[in-house]
C-alpha cells in the first residue's frame, strides 16, 4: 500500500459514519452502509501493524475536541470533492510539506 492510500484510508476512516457518531446499522443510509462495510473490508485485509496503527489513530482522534474533529471533517469533505487532478496534486504538495518525493 502507498502511503498516499494509507493517508485516504485514514481520511475515510475519519469520515465514516461511524466516526462521527456511534449509530446503529440499521439508521445509516444504504450508500453510508456500503461505504462503511467497504472500509471494514478494506481494514480486515490489512496487516495487523497497520490495523493497530489506524487503531491508533483514530483513538487519537477520538481524544481530540470536537471543534478539531469537526475541522478534519470539512477538510475531508473537501478532499472528496476534488477531482482525481485536485487530489494528485494536493498528495504531491503533501508530500513536498512532509519533506518526500
Excluded: C
Amino acid at each position: 500500500m502507498t502511503r498516499a492510500s494509507a493517508i485516504l484510508l485514514v481520511l475515510l476512516a475519519l469520515a465514516a459514519p461511524g466516526a462521527r457518531a456511534q449509530r446503529p446499522w440499521q439508521s445509516l443510509t444504504p450508500e453510508e452502509q456500503r461505504r462503511a462495510w467497504e472500509n471494514y473490508q478494506r481494514y480486515q485485509q490489512l496487516p495487523q501493524q497497520r490495523q493497530r496503527m489506524l487503531d491508533r489513530r483514530y483513538q487519537q482522534f477520538r481524544d481530540m475536541p470536537p471543534q478539531e474533529r469537526d475541522r478534519l471533517r470539512q477538510n475531508y469533505d473537501q478532499y472528496r470533492g476534488f477531482d482525481p487532478h485536485q487530489r494528485r496534486e494536493f498528495v504531491e504538495k503533501y508530500h513536498r510539506w512532509k519533506g518526500r518525493k
